[in-house]
């Protein structure tokens, strides 16, 4: 397969991604402290975001109604509450005052005794003189007051439960849409892409819509709906004491403001210093043979103690500002509370108001800063929701690889003959790379493609497993056109064994079965038998139910070569490509990679790419590529007589000083185990 770009390590990749989306700090008293990613577009990436969940319009009116209904019923009752106290305070009063005294001769006595104040506010009572609290009133209120507040939870709980449903249903088809996308996308989108971040879009992006849809929405209208409804009830209790409550907002937003912009570039430097540090911790294990090797154990420490530090001001400063948001709210709030406390006071006593009334007042005046919070601490998970949709969005409106014309189908059985006929390819189309290029491969025949570094040997085999579309010419296998056919029947028909042996998480039984999934379990004993795995899996405890683990440590490097050689024999292809299988073996494990090649080779026509000449001297063809070019073409014998490019790669892997290339005569075949073919010299046995 094509070569990847190399992967960046996670923390870099963390830090490149706060580098492409601004950051903001939070404090407290909106969620968590922490910078919040931004979308490039948010308003077009919000309205799509929102719109995954037209699908479910009906579920989300009622989730809607529902948090209304609570919202209303729980700003309703501290009014009703208030009631609660007029009846308890008046019913105090009352207990005092004689019986047979009417009320209002009570309250004109008060007043030419001078106490105008309390008459005043004795006015606004529904006072019974002589007959206390009214018991069955105040239970009542107190009843409807509790039902209010369960029939609000029982509605938010509803709610809660209704939406986790519909947005389950919404992220479920989300992750299917974007499963779906990977597969229709072309290689050339995952070679020009960091491996960390399309796993980040794939998953760490899904979760976090899934968190904005699930917490942000809901709470945004519960909090929103909250502060509107108090606001309201603020106004209908007394609207001189509203305005004075509204004050505090102003203040509030100007602090947040101020300190919040502060804390931005801190966050920002916080981040930056984290990848850093994290970048450095990685590099020192990775590298922590080489470190100790050359003994820079101390200028590592002496690193790692610097950026350390630079992380801890960052941190310190920070986490310091951001911190200072809450507090001041807070003085903010309580100016308000004193404020309020007293002008409510002031108008109990003149009678201007109940008692009830400044005590539910007083409760609303605590609750408006809450929801004011949450919606701060929501509209920035919103924002970093956003941000992640934008960031799936972009992989979902990727341009797919162009579809399949099925217009012929190949056997069930191919000879593969397969023809390049004036092929031209490029990755971009001011680097030309593949130009004019026409060739033949019979059918059982092995090609070897050789070159340098970048000549266009990968890109090559590519073509042919049409991983990437030609820019003109054809391709062909039996005479199909492979553009005539699915990828998926045309690949059915091919073997790859890659440099990079990949094996997943599972025994190695499945591992081989991988190739054909209908496989018999004597049909992968024989494949293993052919490919040399069979002798090291037998020895092993637990035989081919042995599980790899994640990294496949568990096997070596060769063992692992070996597996993924069998896997590709049990799928018995037609067409077999093998991209430099054995460069990452020793050379011990080489000659026996090579019996398994030899053995996978035999009846199929097989294209070998390798560095190592050694491994292909007995291929039928070898192409000698140069920028894109087939510049020779022939067996080994053939080619070295003619001394040019393939000469001089063959010359500089292992003439030596006294050695004469000429000289070599035909090898005839692969190489036995520990045994020099004749022409061999001692160092191509002994690496």
Do not use: C
């Amino acid at each position: 397969m094509a070569k990847r770009t190399q992967e960046t390590p996670a923390d870099q990749v963390a830090v490149e991604e706060f580098d492409e989306f601004d950051t903001a700090g939070a404090s407290d008293a909106f969620g968590d402290a922490m910078p919040v990613r931004k979308a490039k577009h948010f308003w077009p990436s919000a309205k799509r975001l929102v719109g995954l969940l037209a699908p479910e319009k009906l579920g989300m009116s009622l989730v809607l109604l529902l948090v209304a209904a609570g919202v209303v019923l729980a700003v309703i009752a501290p009014k009703i509450l208030g009631k609660a106290m007029d009846v308890i305070f008046a019913g105090a009063f009352s207990k005092q005052m004689p019986a047979n005294v009417p009320v209002d001769q009570a309250i004109e006595g008060l007043r030419q005794a001078g106490q105008g104040n309390l008459a005043d506010m004795m006015s606004k009572m529904n006072l019974v003189p002589g007959t206390g609290i009214d018991f069955p009133l105040l239970s009542r209120y107190i009843l409807i007051v509790l039902a209010m507040y369960f029939v609000s939870s029982l509605f938010m709980w509803a709610q809660g439960w209704l939406l986790n449903r519909l947005v389950m249903k919404v992220v479920y088809k989300l992750r299917k849409d974007v499963e779906t996308k990977l597969n229709k996308l072309p290689l050339n989108y995952f070679d020009t892409r960091q491996r960390g971040d399309l796993l980040s879009r794939v998953t760490n992006d899904v979760d976090n819509i899934q968190n904005a849809l699930q917490q942000a929405v809901s709470q945004l209208v519960q909090s929103l709906l909250t502060v509107v409804g108090i606001v309201i009830m603020m106004f209908i209790v007394s609207w001189q004491m509203a305005l004075i409550a509204l004050i505090a907002l102003p203040l509030s937003a100007v602090a947040a403001g101020v300190i919040g912009s502060r804390a931005q570039g801190l966050f920002t430097a916080q981040w930056k210093n984290t990848g850093a540090l994290n970048g450095q911790i990685e590099e020192s294990f990775s590298g922590h043979d080489l470190m100790k090797v050359f003994g820079r154990e101390q200028d590592m420490l002496d690193r790692f103690h610097e950026k350390n530090e630079e992380l801890y001001k960052a941190s310190f400063g920070a986490q310091f500002v951001s911190g200072m948001i809450f507090p001041v709210m807070n003085f903010v709030s309580y100016l308000a509370y004193v404020g309020i406390a007293v002008v409510g006071g002031l108008r109990v006593a003149s009678g201007q108001m109940s008692l009830g009334d400044a005590t539910a007042f007083i409760q609303y005046s605590r609750e408006f800063t809450q929801p004011l919070g949450q919606m701060a601490g929501m509209a920035n998970m919103l924002q970093s929701g956003v941000a992640s949709a934008e960031r799936t969005f972009e992989l979902l409106d990727a341009q797919e690889q162009e579809p399949d014309h099925v217009t012929d189908t190949l056997p069930a059985r191919t000879d593969g003959h397969v023809e390049f006929n004036n092929v031209t390819f490029s990755y971009s189309e001011d680097k030309p790379l593949i130009t004019d290029l026409s060739f033949e491969a019979h059918p059982g025949h092995t090609v070897a493609i050789v070159g340098p570094t970048g000549a266009g040997k990968t890109t090559l085999v590519n073509l042919v497993m049409r991983f990437y579309e030609l820019n003109s010419g054809s391709i062909t296998l039996d005479g199909v056109d492979v553009t005539a056919i699915s990828r998926a029947d045309l690949r059915s028909k091919v073997g790859m064994v890659l440099q990079d042996a990949w094996l997943f998480g599972g025994s190695i039984m499945e591992n081989i079965r991988y190739g054909r999934l209908d496989a018999t379990d004597e049909e992968v004993y024989a494949a293993a038998k052919a490919t040399f795995v069979d002798r090291f899996v037998r020895a092993l405890p637990d035989g081919y139910e042995t599980v790899i683990d994640e990294e496949g440590t568990n096997v070596s490097a060769g063992e692992k070569q070996l597996i993924t050689i069998a896997r590709a024999f049990v799928a018995n292809p037609s067409l077999l490509i093998l991209d430099e299988a054995t460069s990452s073996v020793d050379t011990r494990t080489e000659l026996l990679v090579q019996h398994a090649m030899a053995a996978l080779r035999s009846d199929r026509t097989s294209f070998v790419i390798a560095h190592r000449l050694s491994t292909i001297r007995d291929a039928d063809t070898i192409l000698v590529m140069e920028e894109g070019k087939i510049v020779e073409q022939g067996n080994h014998q053939v080619l070295l007589a003619e001394r040019g490019a393939y000469y001089r790669l063959y010359k500089s892997q292992f003439a030596g000083p006294a050695e004469d290339v000429d000289a070599e005569p035909p090898t005839g075949g692969a190489p036995v185990v520990g045994v020099p073919v004749p022409g061999e010299t001692a160092n191509e046995v002994t690496g």
